[in-house]
Nanobody, 125 residues
Framework: QVQLVESGGGLVQAGGSLRLSCAAS??????????MGWFRQPPGKEREFVAD????????RYADSAKGRFTISRDNAKNTVYLQMNSLKPEDTAVYCC????????????????WGQGTQVTVSS
């Protein structure tokens, strides 16, 4: 089993920045070489893909809404994945969750095997 715990959310003004972290644990995590993703669910809307990163960190993908503003990274020595969010907008307000998949890459939440509980990000105008 893999456990994921997010942190770093909060209230920020438009134009500000936040750095989310996702700490992974579990005896299979390191050996399984998971691709890690960030998803978000805005209030009253469906969950949507934000970004993902392969095990070695060599390949990243972003939703159009995140390109140029968000950066996903990982430190496998610390079993932690990060999402640096800059130039935040009110429409970025959502619960942000990290997830792990055995697939090389996926935009689809149903292809992710493990999920964290999420961290709330609220961007005020």
């Amino acid at each position: 089993q893999v456990q994921l715990v997010e942190s770093g959310g909060g209230l920020v003004q438009a134009g500000g920045s936040l750095r989310l972290s996702c700490a992974a644990s579990g005896r299979t995590f390191s050996s399984s070489r998971y691709t890690m993703g960030w998803f978000r669910q805005p209030p009253g809307k469906e969950r949507e893909f934000v970004a993902d990163i392969t095990w070695g960190g060599g390949r990243t993908r972003y939703a159009d809404s995140a390109k140029g503003r968000f950066t996903i990274s990982r430190d496998n020595a610390k079993n932690t994945v990060y999402l640096q969010m800059n130039s935040l907008k009110p429409e970025d307000t959502a619960v942000y969750c990290c997830a792990a998949t055995n697939r090389y890459h996926s935009y689809y939440d149903y292809e992710y095997d493990y999920w964290g509980q999420g961290t709330q990000v609220t961007v005020s105008s």
